[in-house]
């Protein structure tokens, strides 16, 4: 199993607060992936990083932000919850070494996140 | 833009039954294809996947051909064991590299 891993795994906050879920890797990886799973939507794209302080918008940017100040961590901020973020959050790796297109992507284990 | 269907479930099935999960696309260029799992609790697994027309991808007794004629990517197993019971997701990278997933299906074999 790739070595990677979120945490908290689980949090409950409330509207309005600011929330960083943080994803780290051991595999030294240079393509991180912020996904978001929500019932009837399979995962969609947040964020992704393609290197330290490389950072891109993905189908569903509006209301986070990332960071990636070294190789082995994405964080992922919810600069004011809402509830519409309500979800599970996956963090995913890739090494793109073939090609980003051809490459596996190795998923984390998910947060899940409730904003009351 | 690039698209993923995948047919609507649940689909429920009996222990040894043949199973057959539709996934089509739409993308430009020539994607690379895969097929995700994830069981109950868990983060998402690549089970097969397929970089070129006519490819097969194959895992765990689970097949899946590379179809540009019928952009088609279609899962199927023999016989299926209660362990299978898991969600299913297809998927794709297009020309922007980016993975692109269907809604996911959600299996259930029973003894």
């Not at chain 1, 891993?5 to 991180?32: A, D, I």
């Not at chain 2, 260029?29 to 868990?42: A, I, K, R």
Request: net charge negative; glycine share 10%; aromatic share 12%.
């Amino acid at each position: 199993d790739a070595g990677i891993t979120q945490s908290p795994r689980h949090k409950v906050t409330e509207t309005g607060t600011p929330v960083t879920l943080r994803c780290h890797q051991t595999e030294n990886h240079r393509y991180m992936y912020w996904y978001r799973q929500d019932p009837g939507h399979g995962l969609r794209l947040i964020h992704y990083s393609y290197g330290v302080k490389d950072t891109d918008k993905g189908e569903v940017s509006d209301g986070y932000s990332v960071s990636r100040s070294k190789t082995e961590d994405f964080l992922l901020t919810l600069e004011s919850a809402t509830s519409s973020q309500t979800s599970v959050y996956f963090c995913a790796i890739s090494e793109a070494s073939g090609g980003a297109g051809t490459d596996t992507q190795y998923f984390g284990p998910g947060t899940r996140l409730t904003v009351l | 833009g690039d698209s993923v269907t995948q047919m609507e479930g649940p689909v429920t099935l009996s222990e040894e039954a043949f199973l057959t999960i539709n996934c089509t696309y739409t993308a430009t260029g020539y994607p690379s294809l895969f097929w995700y799992v994830q069981y109950p609790g868990e983060g998402l697994q690549l089970l097969l996947k397929a970089t070129k027309a006519d490819d097969k991808g194959s895992n765990k007794g689970f097949e899946a051909t590379y179809r540009k004629e019928t952009t088609s990517f279609h899962l199927e197993k023999g016989s299926v064991q209660v362990s299978d019971s898991a969600v299913y997701f297809c998927a794709l990278t297009g020309a922007n590299s980016k993975l692109t997933f269907g809604k996911g299906i959600t299996l259930s074999v029973r003894p």
